[in-house]
């Protein structure tokens, strides 16, 4: 696993009259590793920029992003210069990683919907080049994580949209991402249907350990699902407030006294934002 | 604020962190399972009832054609059965065969060469917008010079052989195939580039996993259409003075004024463009489509 360091990112967005827009204006955070990073922000802020900046679909103007390493039994993984992966054991706190693996779950499923649910995940593998020898064991752990392991071979468009975003998930997770970058995933969702999704993603990257960032607007969904919420100002966006969740991830409740007392404090925190800011 | 109406004290605690498999999909499996079985049901159901609709037209034809020769003298409107009847000719007589093999070796041919040049440039036009503004003149011109021009310039150049018949096809079906694919790959979808690149797709698998298959229901109405216009123009390329072929045929019946034999060439042709449509490119369709839910909710 590997976690990600944002160093003072700027962003400029071309208008239609030729001037530039700032999109990012020096955002810098660290992430959480083994943990989920919210970055929550209002609608249209820059936060999805940054993330496909930190998966490589776009470029920053200014500014860094490094993926780096902290604990010391991991192996430095670098996949396109093999020769300078460390080797397995040795100590290499804090080591930058270059080319981490990135998994991507995205706002709507964006399945290959003429192949089958397993295809769709051997699709992937085969991009991130994993053996064929490993498809089957990845496939069988990952699709019955998400609860679709029956619905292997069945076709995504014969699926709810719940049950689409949950292969979406498996996908994602499947490849063994070092990070795992989900852009709003439940965003298109009904409410029972996000509720429970949230529930089962929290509890997968838990038992995963997995490295995520997560983008949302959702205040609740920040505080449910992020061990660490890094807020974000409306564009042009700079980082207001960096808050690391004081619950555990299995112990958080939607009805618990200390959840909506987090809840509240972020709410609070990003209204005034939107009240500065005039939105 | 959508996210606090969760927050009700019904709300159930979360009990279930040990269990492995989320609780959540049951529900939704159970309901898609039981509409499955009940969809093939009705399935069924439709496609007797879609063959008695189908059937029922063509009987009604024959009908019109009936009504038609009681009114004719038999050299103009023969009788239905007279015709029929010299179909049951045609067929058991032994040429029929030949006859109607050379047409359709020259369609397919014809046609194939057309779906060799017309897919990769439809693609590239698609894709490449110098390609695009390169191609689209003469693609655009293709589109609008006459069948009949192409046969008269291909018998002209190659003399009267199978190539001028194979090319007569080739260059007038393939600027309509051409623009139907160029045209589908505008319309594909950019969201399902941007995951296939973070994935780190190769290119074959791009073309062959995400391109193509986005691009099937355009090609299976260019085949349509083309095969259409390509029985068309090899009708007319046969007639120019071949000596073989469906379309000699029915100048031989033309020559001694023999409505039934022009009749009765016109419908063997008829049948088997017909067994071809549903038969061959309705079974490529579905077999290509089964991944694609039949829409019915807004059809009746």
Redesign the interface.
């Known amino acids: 696993m590997a976690y990600v360091c944002v160093d003072r990112a700027v962003k400029f967005f071309p208008r239609e009259d030729g001037s530039q827009m700032l999109v990012l204006d020096g955002v810098s955070f660290d992430a959480t590793e083994h943990g989920i990073t919210c970055l929550l922000g209002p609608s249209g802020c820059g936060k999805s920029t940054l993330l496909n900046a930190i ?1 490589g ?1 776009e470029k920053l103007d200014q500014g860094e992003i490094e993926f780096r390493v902290s604990s010391p039994e991991c192996r430095v993984m670098d996949r396109k210069n093999p020769k300078e992966n460390s080797e397995l054991g040795a100590r290499n706190p804090e080591l930058p990683v270059r080319n981490p693996k ?1 998994g ?1 779950v ?1 706002q ?1 499923p ?1 399945l ?5 649910v397993e295809d769709n995940l051997v ?2 593998f ?4 994993i053996p064929r020898e490993s498809w089957q064991g990845l496939l069988e752990k990952y699709l ?5 392991l ?2 292997r071979k069945q ?6 949209g ?2 689409r975003q ?1 292969v979406g998930l498996a ?1 994602g997770l499947a ?1 063994e991402p070092e990070i795992l970058l989900m852009d709003e995933p439940f965003s298109k969702l009904d ?1 029972l ?1 996000a ?3 949230r ?2 993603t929290v ?2 990257c838990a038992r995963l350990g997995q490295t995520t960032m997560l983008v949302t607007h ?4 920040a505080a449910y699902m992020g061990d660490r919420i890094v807020i974000f100002s409306s564009r042009p966006a700079h980082i207001v407030e960096v808050v690391d969740n004081p619950l555990e991830a ?1 112990k958080r ?3 618990d006294l200390a959840f ?1 007392r987090f809840k509240k404090r972020l709410l609070q925190t990003v209204l005034k934002l939107v009240d500065q800011e005039g939105v | 604020m959508s996210s606090l109406d969760s927050i009700t004290p019904a709300e159930p605690a979360r009990q279930d962190h040990a269990i492995p498999v989320p609780t959540g999909a049951g529900s939704d499996l159970l309901s898609t399972q039981s509409s499955f079985r009940r969809a093939r049901a009705n399935a069924k159901k439709e496609t007797l009832k879609n063959l008695a609709l189908r059937v029922a037209s063509v009987i009604a034809l024959v009908f019109i054609w009936w009504l038609l020769s009681l009114f004719f003298p038999p050299s103009l409107v023969p009788k239905p059965w007279d015709t029929f009847a010299e179909v049951g000719v045609i067929v058991t007589s032994g040429n029929f065969f030949t006859e109607m093999g050379a047409t359709l070796r020259r369609v397919l041919v014809g046609f194939g060469l057309a779906m060799i040049v017309s897919i990769p440039l439809g693609i590239f036009m698609g894709t490449l917008r110098s390609l695009e503004s390169f191609f689209e003149p003469p693609v655009i011109l293709g589109l609008t010079m006459p069948g009949l021009i192409w046969a008269v310039l291909a018998i002209m150049f190659f003399g009267l052989n199978e190539t001028s018949a194979y090319a007569a096809v080739a260059v007038t079906i393939a600027p309509m195939l051409a623009i139907s694919i160029w045209q589908g790959t505008k319309s594909i979808d950019k969201d399902l580039i941007d995951m296939s690149n973070v994935f780190h797709a190769g290119a074959w698998s791009k073309v062959v996993d995400v391109i193509l298959p986005q691009l099937i229901s355009h090609i299976l109405a260019a085949i349509r259409y083309g095969l259409g216009l390509a029985w068309k123009v090899v009708v007319v390329v046969e007639m120019f003075g071949f000596s073989n072929g469906v379309g000699y045929q029915v100048v031989r019946g033309f020559n001694v004024f023999s409505m039934k034999a022009v009749l009765a060439w016109t419908i063997t042709f008829l049948v088997v463009m017909i067994v071809i449509e549903f038969g061959l490119i309705g079974w490529l369709e579905r077999s290509v489509t089964r991944w694609r839910p039949r829409v019915q909710a807004w059809r009746r």
């Open positions: 998966a679909l990135l991507y995205f709507d964006r290959l919907n003429w192949k089958r699709f992937a085969k991009g991130m080049k019955s994580l998400v609860g679709l029956s619905f076709y995504p468009l014969y699926l709810s719940g049950m949950r996908r490849i409410q249907t509720r429970q999704l529930q089962d509890d997968i959702d205040v609740e969904e299995t409740d939607l009805d909506i």
